[in-house]
């Protein structure tokens, strides 16, 4: 008996990592539903985020080397390149809000649904639409956010 | 997908033909592998399984794949399917719309070979959470009394979805946090946590809490719902791992109603056995 329990217990190797997908994982929007896209752009919009939060710390900060400094630094954005980046921005930090909300709700356990007793075919109640829906809102809201932005840095006058 | 003869031309006449191509590994050199193409003959509800023990059968007999079961009971026939993990007793040629099936083994699972992973870590995992019932009440061991809980449909209706899972591995497979992080322990794992959780008859909630409460446990989950999408039984462990983490931040009922322990003591029992 104390034989069979030791031949069941598992094994207690070291976690291997052969045929883990790794960043591919990440990087793979397709395939999963509207769940893992909301996902591949909350993971990407966070990361340009950062970036960009780098570079406006650095850029704000060169305030302390004066006016001048300060106004070459203001004239990087001031080109169709800039303007265009700035609307990345826009559009990125509305969406990574928006969905992030979403997501605050979600890991507290609401807006899921209950368990219950499947019945094929099955629809899985995490994924519901109240869920699709917070995402799209959250994608309408950052092309509203970003046409709004190409009014303001591109739109005459 | 074609219509022709197949090779076993008495076997199915005229059928339709899809292109199976098998991931295959060669020998134990790590990295080395190809992948090797059957034509296989198929009706409307044949399944990839149907057609890859055809090509085991009659066209190459060294194809590694792992089954039992056919019908979606045993897990066993986890593969990753034109890039999806799926059951292959589970999946029918026809609804996938395409005449070239691409059959690869489950992502993030070592590869034994071929179609076959091994599943020993996606095992260990499980086993760490202690997927079974504590009840220091209960007088398990020394089975002096009989015990049974009392519980209500509605108290079974909190744990009942979560214990249809057959331990297949496609949500293991499909998690983008299991890819990066070997030690988390995966929709699978956390999703029975939660089964046990929520189940009336178990008293170690603050235990189970604790034991996801970690720097790769619960916190790694970001909700991209793939193991919910990928699930061939309903278990949706999205639901289960969210609604957890919403006990651990208090934002839901933490003391849940328990189960009513009732003792038959052994002198009431005794006499019923003769």
Redesign the interface.
């Known amino acids: 008996m104390e034989n069979a329990k030791k031949n069941m217990k598992f094994s207690t190797h070291s976690v291997s990592n052969e045929n883990r997908e790794g960043l591919k994982a990440w990087l793979n929007p397709f395939g999963y539903g509207w769940e893992r896209v909301s996902y591949w752009l909350q993971r990407l919009t966070g990361v340009f985020l950062l970036i960009y939060f780098v570079g406006h710390v650095i850029e704000t900060s060169s305030i302390i080397g004066g006016p001048d400094v300060w106004n070459s630094m203001l004239q990087l954005t001031q080109t169709p390149a800039g303007h265009l980046f700035l609307i990345l921005v826009i559009g990125t930090s509305t969406f990574h809000s928006a969905n992030g909300i979403r997501l605050i709700f979600t890991h507290l356990g609401k807006g899921l649904g209950e368990p219950g007793r499947p019945d094929y075919p099955y629809s899985p109640s995490s994924l519901n639409y109240r869920q699709k829906s917070g995402i799209w809102v959250a994608l309408i809201l950052a092309a509203f956010a970003m046409l709004f932005g190409v009014q303001v840095l591109f739109g005459k006058g | 997908m074609s219509f022709g003869t197949s090779v076993r031309g008495d076997f199915v006449m005229a059928a339709k033909t899809v292109t199976l191509r098998i991931y295959r590994t060669i020998g134990k050199m790590?990295g080395t592998s190809n992948y090797d193409e059957f034509e296989v003959p198929i009706q409307r509800w044949t399944t990839v399984l149907d057609g890859l023990l055809y090509a085991k059968s009659y066209l190459d007999s060294s194809i590694g794949i792992r089954y039992s079961c056919r019908m979606a009971s045993c897990g066993s026939c986890g593969m990753k399917i034109n890039?999806?993990p799926r059951l292959a007793c589970y999946t029918k040629f026809s609804e996938l719309n395409t005449s070239l099936i691409i059959c690869e083994?489950l992502?993030?699972?070592?590869?034994i070979r071929d179609l076959v992973?091994d599943f020993?870590?996606f095992?260990?995992h499980h086993?760490n959470l202690e997927p079974y019932i504590q009840n220091k009440s209960a007088d398990i061991d020394n089975k002096k009394d009989l015990s049974w809980f009392r519980q209500t449909p509605e108290d079974v209706?909190?744990?009942?979805?979560?214990s249809?899972c057959i331990k297949c591995g496609l949500c293991y497979s499909?998690?983008?946090s299991?890819?990066?992080d070997?030690?988390f322990p995966g929709p699978q794992a956390l999703a029975q946590e939660y089964r046990y959780f929520?189940d009336s008859r178990d008293d170690a909630s603050k235990k189970r809490l604790n034991l996801v409460d970690t720097n790769h446990g619960i916190w790694r989950c970001?909700?991209?719902?793939?193991c919910?999408?990928?699930?061939p039984?309903?278990?949706?462990p999205?639901?289960?791992i969210?609604?957890?983490?919403?006990?651990l931040?208090k934002?839901?009922k933490s003391s849940m109603k328990k189960a009513k322990l009732e003792f038959i003591h052994s002198d009431d029992y005794s006499g019923t056995d003769g």
């Open positions: 790590k890039g999806t083994p992502g993030n699972f070592p590869i992973t020993s870590q095992f260990k086993k209706d909190k744990y009942l979805q979560f249809y499909a998690c983008p299991v890819a990066t070997s030690k929520s970001h909700f991209a719902g793939s919910s999408k990928v699930c039984k309903g278990v949706d999205a639901l289960g969210q609604l957890m983490r919403g006990h931040m934002f839901s």
